[in-house]
T-cell receptor, first 113, second 119 residues
C-alpha cells in the first residue's frame, strides 16, 4: 500500500524567505512522486514530478524537490518566497505503471509581507 | 484543449434532493477520476474509470453515491438523496495511459471543481 504524510498543515514564511514543505512517503515499490499546487477556488495543478530519473527535480515557479530514498522523503523547497506562492500544496504518490494517485492532507502556505 | 470541464461550478440544494455533477475529460485521456475535498478529510478518491469502465469504486462513501461514464467524453457523479455531510468540493481529473501524454508518468489534470452545499 502507498501513503503520503505531509508534516505541518500550515506553514508561514516571510516574503523572500526560504520555503520548505515536508513530505514523506510509503511505498512497497518504486514510486512516482508529485507536488501539486491549489490556488483558491481552483483545481490542483502539477508543480513537479519525480519518475526515477534525476533525484533533484525542478518545477514551475522556482520550486524544486529532492527524492531521498534513504529518508523516504520528497520535500519541496523554494529559495525565496513570493506573495503569489500563497496556496495549498499537496504531495502525492503513485505506483510505477499504477493507476491510483494518493494525496497527502495538504499544507497551506502563507506568505507575509 | 480546454482542459477538464466540470459543471456546475457551484450547487446549493436542500437535503433530500438529487444532485448531478458533470465532467468532460481531456480528449484522449483513458482514465477519469472523481475526488472529493473537505476540510476534515482532505482529498479523497471516490472512483475511477478506465476506458469508460469503473475500475475501483471503493472510495464511494455509500449507496447514495453513483457514477457513470457513458462515453469517453462525459461522466456524471450523482448523489441521491443528498445530505448536509455531502457538502464538499468535488473534483474530476483525467490522465492518459501510464507513461504517455505531454507530462507522462501518471500526471493528473484536474477540473476547477464543483462546490456542493447541501442545506
Amino acid at each position: 500500500a502507498q501513503s503520503v504524510t505531509q508534516l505541518g498543515s500550515h506553514v508561514s514564511v516571510s516574503e523572500g524567505a526560504l520555503v520548505l514543505l515536508r513530505c514523506n512517503y510509503s511505498s512497497s515499490v518504486p514510486p512516482y512522486l508529485f507536488w501539486y499546487v491549489q490556488y483558491p477556488n481552483q483545481g490542483l495543478q502539477l508543480l513537479l514530478k519525480y519518475t526515477s530519473a534525476a533525484t533533484l527535480v525542478k518545477g514551475i515557479n522556482g520550486f524544486e524537490a529532492e527524492f531521498k530514498k534513504s529518508e523516504t522523503s520528497f520535500h519541496l523547497t523554494k529559495p525565496s518566497a513570493h506573495m503569489s506562492d500563497a496556496a495549498e500544496y499537496f504531495c502525492a504518490v503513485s505506483r510505477t505503471g499504477g493507476f491510483k494517485t494518493i494525496f497527502g492532507a495538504g499544507t497551506r502556505l502563507f506568505v507575509k509581507a | 484543449d480546454a482542459g477538464v470541464i466540470q459543471s456546475p461550478r457551484h450547487e446549493v440544494t436542500e437535503m433530500g434532493q438529487e444532485v448531478t455533477l458533470r465532467c468532460k475529460p481531456i480528449s484522449g485521456h483513458d482514465y477519469l477520476f472523481w475526488y472529493r475535498q473537505t476540510m476534515m478529510r482532505g482529498l479523497e478518491l471516490l472512483i475511477y474509470f478506465n476506458n469508460n469502465v469503473p475500475i475501483d469504486d471503493s472510495g464511494m462513501p455509500e449507496d447514495r453515491f453513483s457514477a457513470k461514464m457513458p462515453n469517453a467524453s462525459f461522466s456524471t457523479l450523482k448523489i441521491q438523496p443528498s445530505e448536509p455531510r455531502d457538502s464538499a468540493v468535488y473534483f474530476c481529473a483525467s490522465r492518459p495511459l501510464p507513461g504517455q501524454g505531454a507530462n507522462g508518468a501518471n500526471v493528473l489534470t484536474f477540473g476547477a471543481g464543483s462546490r456542493l452545499t447541501v442545506l
